[in-house]
Structures are given as structure tokens and as C-alpha cells.
């Protein structure tokens, strides 16, 4: 719920969730505060001063003391820390283990590294992250990086005035967010540094003293360092599966920068209630059906590359269409010929390519039944 809490609807002895940061302002006697209770916004800011609060971490706490209720601009609710609650994110399904040590490392404030295979929802999970804990995501794809200042500005070249070509240095999303991290420390960054394996491997090692204790990124506009502050989290993703083996490419030196994480597709239970959220007019059976398939294809020894989440969705694309009503068990062999197989090297019909062998997993699921 969305809606902002009243004053009259709090009362000293009732218990919230509500998730803290270190108090921004200067001085004051608590050292946590927070701004919602139970998700909604409170009236007035919540304080708390219990050493046990991890910034960033909801917890349950008790009302203690509402202080100069009458004054809509001043005063706060004081809180008693009860305990800490699981760390919940909306919408991405995550091994509860991984879930434990994601809540750990981002407590503790190191760079993660996701590491798992395409399509299992790293960007989506760095995503629910931000939006769990109040932080400003900032998107930024190291895919298109060559040179090591590619991550904090682009170099343009536009006419001047007189046509000389005159060159501007273009701030990238991630340089804006470290100047306005420096400025602004009651906002919280979440840069998401995504393909970091695919850039190239100089480029990366422009980013190393950003990713240490160094904590700082030489600012190629400013022609000196800037500093990386506290509440900026790097999370980085790499898509290891053994297709990319080749193209991995991270060093062991960049990588110990990081705490890796290793992902996975969620279990085939969990991946039917996502897809089911999503399609929410197909029925169960036909769901479960297309993502156990996806997994025997996934389990198959033969394949190496894999096929994501993005595969099993489009195929309820398809089987949801009006066009495909009444029809859909017929035509669920052809939606999977494109979306599953067309994956894949080579054709459906050749049984000598991936893709034939994709097929070869479908036919004979199909005939157990
Ligand atoms: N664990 C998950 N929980 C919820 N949704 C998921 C999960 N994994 C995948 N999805 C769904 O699958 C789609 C692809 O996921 P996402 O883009 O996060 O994968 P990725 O690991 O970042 O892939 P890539 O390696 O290609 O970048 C998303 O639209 C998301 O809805
Ligand atoms: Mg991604």
C-alpha cells in the first residue's frame, strides 16, 4: 500500500516493518532513520538509535514515542528496534540461501558479482534491489565499452559555429550518479555494471580502484580523481554458461573485487508461478507443461547453451493470443519449433545441429506424456 500513514493512526505500542539508513542529519541523537513504516509513509520521520539496525535491512519495531504529534512539521517517531525480518523482493523469485548471503553482502556494502546463466533474472533481481531498498538503480551495459573511460563519458564530435568540429565529453549514466552520490548522501546508487565480461579487459581494469578499498574513479572530464562515497553499491553480472567459457575473460585479480554470487534458473515450480503472474489466462496445466520441458532441455548433457526464462515466457506469449484459442495443444509443438528451438544453432528439422537435438528433447518428453 501506497497510501501516506496518518498521525492519529499511530499509537505508541504497536509494531511496524520499516527499513533504516544511517540518519543524515548531522548531529542528531539517533543514529537511524527511516521513512516508511509497514511500506507506507509515515507522517513524521522514524528515528531509532539500536546498534542491532543494519542500514538497508527491514526490521520490526516497536512504537515508542511520538514527539510533537500537533506539529505537521517537526517532531518524530521514536522507535525500539524487536528484530531483524527476512529480506523480501517483490517479483523475482531467489534461492533462499543466495537470498541470505545477497542480504549479508549488501549489509556489509561489498561489490557482488551475479554470476549465473542467461535469462535467470540477474537484472531483474539487481532491479528488485533498488526497488526494495529505496535506491536509485542506475542501469549501465559494459557490452559497449572498448576504452577504459567508456564507463564515465563518451567523447562526441559536433560542428561548431564556424563548422570546426568541435569534441564534447558526454557524462555516462554511471559518472553522473558518482558526482550526484558525492553531492547528495542521503540518496542511495545501486550501479549496476551489467555484461561486465563482455568489455574489454583494459576497460575493466580502469575500473579497479573503483572497486577496491581505493574507492576512487579517475574523472576523465575534471582531469582528476573523484571519490566513491558509502551509498554507492556496485553489483556487476556475468553470464558464465558454458557457451561463454571462451569470452569469460575476467581475471583473478578483477574478480576477487567482487563477492560472487552464483545464480540459477528457478526451480520449475517457482518458474510456472512466475509465468503464471505474468499469463494469468492460461490455464496451470499447459504452464507447467512448456517449463518442464524448458528443464529437460536445460538438464539435456548434449547442449551447451541454455534457455532462459525469456523462452518459456515467450511461449505463453504465443499460447495466450486470441489467435491461438481453442488451438493451443495443437500448435504448442510449432510455438516451441521458434521460441526453444530457434534458440539454438542450426534448424528444428536437422538433427545433426543443437537446435535438432532441442527438438529431439521435445518429441520424445511429449511422447512420455
Ligand atoms: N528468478 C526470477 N524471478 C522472476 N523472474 C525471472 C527470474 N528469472 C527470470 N525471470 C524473468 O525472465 C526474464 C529475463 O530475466 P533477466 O533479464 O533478469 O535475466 P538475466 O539473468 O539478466 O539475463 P541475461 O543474462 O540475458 O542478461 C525477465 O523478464 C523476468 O521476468
Ligand atoms: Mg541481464
Request: proline share 6%.
Amino acid at each position: 500500500m501506497s497510501t501516506k500513514l496518518k498521525i492519529e493512526e499511530i499509537a505508541p505500542g504497536q509494531v511496524y516493518e520499516a527499513t533504516f539508513w544511517a540518519n543524515p542529519v548531522e548531529g542528531n541523537a539517533f543514529r537511524f532513520r527511516a521513512t516508511h513504516l509497514d511500506g507506507r509513509r509515515a507522517p513524521k520521520v522514524v528515528l531509532c538509535n539500536d546498534s542491532k539496525i543494519r542500514p538497508g535491512m527491514p526490521c520490526l519495531v516497536r512504537v515508542a514515542e511520538i514527539t510533537k504529534a500537533d506539529r505537521p512539521d517537526r517532531g518524530a517517531i521514536v522507535v525500539e528496534f524487536i528484530r531483524p525480518q527476512d529480506f523480501k523482493l517483490e517479483g523475482v523469485w531467489l534461492d533462499p540461501v543466495i537470498s541470505k548471503k545477497l542480504q549479508i553482502l549488501l549489509e556489509s556494502g561489498l561489490n557482488i558479482l551475479l554470476d549465473g546463466p542467461q535469462g535467470c533474472g540477474k537484472t531483474t533481481l539487481a532491479r528488485a534491489i533498488a526497488k526494495t531498498l529505496g535506491m536509485e538503480f542506475v542501469f549501465f551495459n559494459c557490452g559497449a565499452v572498448v576504452e577504459p573511460t567508456d564507463f564515465l563519458a563518451t567523447i562526441q564530435v559536433r560542428a561548431s559555429a564556424s563548422g570546426a568540429p568541435v569534441t564534447d565529453f558526454v557524462k555516462t549514466e554511471v559518472l553522473e550518479a558518482l558526482e550526484r552520490a558525492n553531492e547528495d548522501s542521503a540518496t542511495r546508487f545501486l550501479v549496476f555494471l551489467d555484461e561486465f565480461n563482455r568489455c574489454h579487459e583494459s576497460a575493466r581494469n580502469s575500473l579497479m580502484p573503483a572497486l577496491d578499498a581505493t574507492r576512487r574513479v579517475f574523472h576523465p572530464v575534471k582531469n582528476a580523481f573523484i571519490e566513491i562515497p558509502d551509498n554507492v553499491q556496485f553489483i556487476a553480472a556475468v553470464n558464465r554458461g558454458a557457451q561463454f567459457t571462451a569470452t569469460f575473460g575476467i581475471d583473478a585479480a578483477q574478480l576477487d573485487r567482487f563477492a560472487p554470487l552464483q545464480m540459477d534458473y528457478p526451480p520449475p515450480e517457482e518458474e510456472v508461478k512466475i509465468l503464471l503472474r505474468k499469463h494469468n489466462a492460461l490455464a496451470e496445466p499447459l504452464v507447467s507443461k512448456i517449463v518442464k520441458l524448458a528443464d529437460k532441455i536445460r538438464k539435456a548433457p548434449e547442449l551447451s547453451a541454455s534457455l532462459s526464462v525469456r523462452a518459456t515466457d515467450e511461449a505463453c506469449v504465443f499460447l495466450e493470443h486470441p489467435l491461438l484459442e481453442g488451438d493451443q495443444q495443437r500448435m504448442l509443438p510449432e510455438v516451441l519449433k521458434s521460441s526453444f528451438c530457434g534458440r539454438f544453432n542450426g534448424r528444428w528439422d536437422d538433427p545433426h545441429s543443437d537446435a535438432g537435438a532441442v527438438w529431439g528433447v521435445i518429441q520424445s518428453a511429449m511422447k512420455e506424456g
